[in-house]
């Protein structure tokens, strides 16, 4: 079974400017989460889709959304990009959100 | 606002040598999740413990979840080069679709 797969891998933008990253769970996972990882920081959970629907959000500002389509497949967007904003954005797909399995992650560098 | 804290947050140790890694919090989990993450990747889910005492072994790694189901260990017996990484311990709350990740601990075992 193929895993959860992020694209791209590696981005570079400039500040002001805005980004989508994708994501494609693990097929019949219905759940998808995205986190922002970065040293000083951590993990930290931005927010959770099942079935097409925002479950949870983490406190992160409005710039940060996403959305899930029919496919189970999550895009996420930041919009008016921060330097703060740089860092590695992390996907995991579960079933039903008891175990997370995660992607290869798409590194975002914001100039 | 949870909280996971690990310990030790860095340690360095030679080949062949036994190791504990900690993980505490004061809320109590469901279900605790170790992963192992390397550089530029995401993290690979290692185990995942929901009931409290319980205790589940993966050939040289073994994992216990505290009886309150508010702390977990991860020991490794015989370290070698290739268990180099950043561990992470994730907690998900009853009724909640979140996980709260650790701070990590960051191992590097020396040939």
């Known amino acids: 079974k193929a895993g959860v797969t992020q694209t791209p891998r590696y981005l570079i933008k400039t500040r002001g400017q805005q980004v989508t990253l994708s994501c494609s769970p693990i097929?019949?996972?219905?759940?998808v989460s995205w986190y922002q990882q970065t040293p000083g920081q951590g993990l930290q959970f931005l927010f959770e889709y099942f079935s097409e629907t925002q479950r949870n959000k983490g406190n992160f500002p409005g710039r940060f959304s996403g959305r899930q389509f029919s496919n189970s497949r999550s895009e996420m967007n930041v919009s008016t990009l921060e330097l703060g904003d740089s860092a590695l954005y992390l996907c995991a797909s579960s079933i039903d959100t008891y175990e997370q399995y995660f992607g290869p992650g798409t590194r975002l560098t914001v100039t | 606002t949870q909280l996971l804290e690990q310990s030790p947050q860095f340690l360095s140790i030679q080949e062949g040598e036994n190791l504990t890694v900690y993980c505490n919090s004061s809320?109590?989990?469901?279900?605790l999740q170790w992963y192992r993450q390397e550089p530029g990747e995401g993290p690979v889910l290692l185990v995942t413990v929901v009931t409290g005492g319980e205790v589940k072994k993966l050939k040289r790694l073994t994992f216990q979840f505290g009886d309150a189901r508010k702390d977990s260990s991860l020991h490794i017996t015989a370290a070698q080069p290739g268990d180099t990484g950043l561990y992470l311990c994730?907690?998900?709350?009853?009724?909640?679709?979140?996980?709260?990740f650790g701070t990590g601990t960051r191992l590097k075992v020396l040939a």
């Open positions: 809320s109590v989990f469901s279900s």
């Open positions: 994730a907690g998900q709350s009853s009724g909640t679709y979140k996980y709260i």
């Open positions: 097929s019949g996972h219905r759940s």
